[in-house]
């Protein structure tokens, strides 16, 4: 079975041959602009714009949902629904939802797959979303990993 590559870098810029899928984890409150999806706002607009969109018309946008979004030749976003809200609730939880996690990197393992794609990541969930990395990669494991898809992960 595949395993995670760790790379120092920028995920958005990566240095694979091939198609590749960028891949991080949005809200489903239509927020965007903290953490990484500034990255990718300040080097494409699109990801936003489809995002946008998509939250502004309300069709799918729910928790376990994915967005693919061409930005280059051979290069796409994947805009994930992976979060409640923005901010770690009363009772200490924070906004990251593992199961929805789990079911957008099922759809992205499709996805991947039709592309014959490579995935391109910071640690997804890890940072405003409150997630822990040792469950991410358990869930990367059952999804990409296991569908033999191979995942890039990058430390900034």
């Known amino acids: 079975m595949k395993t995670i590559t760790y790379l120092k870098g920028d995920a958005t810029n990566p ?14 409150i239509g927020g965007w602009g903290k ?6 706002s300040n080097r494409w ?11 502004q018309n309300g069709n799918n946008f729910n928790l376990g949902e994915i967005q693919m979004v061409q930005v280059e030749d051979k290069l796409w976003v994947c805009n994930m629904i992976g979060q409640h809200k923005i901010i770690t609730n009363s009772k200490g939880v924070p906004p990251i ?12 393992s499709a996805e991947a797959l039709q592309l014959n794609a490579s995935i391109h990541m910071p640690r ?6 409150g997630g822990k990395w040792e469950e991410i990669e358990l869930i990367i494991d059952r999804t990409l990993l296991k569908n033999n898809v191979e995942v890039y992960v990058y430390d900034f």
Do not use: D, M, S
């Open 35 to 40: 953490g990484f999806v500034l990255a990718i």
């Open 124 to 129: 997804i969930g890890c940072g405003l979303a």
């Open 97 to 108: 939802r593992y199961e929805a996690v789990e079911v957008c990197l099922e759809k992205l």
């Open 45 to 55: 607009k699109k990801p936003e714009n489809e995002y946008r969109k998509w939250f």
């Open 15 to 28: 240095q694979i041959e091939g198609n590749k899928i960028i891949t991080h984890i949005c809200n489903y």
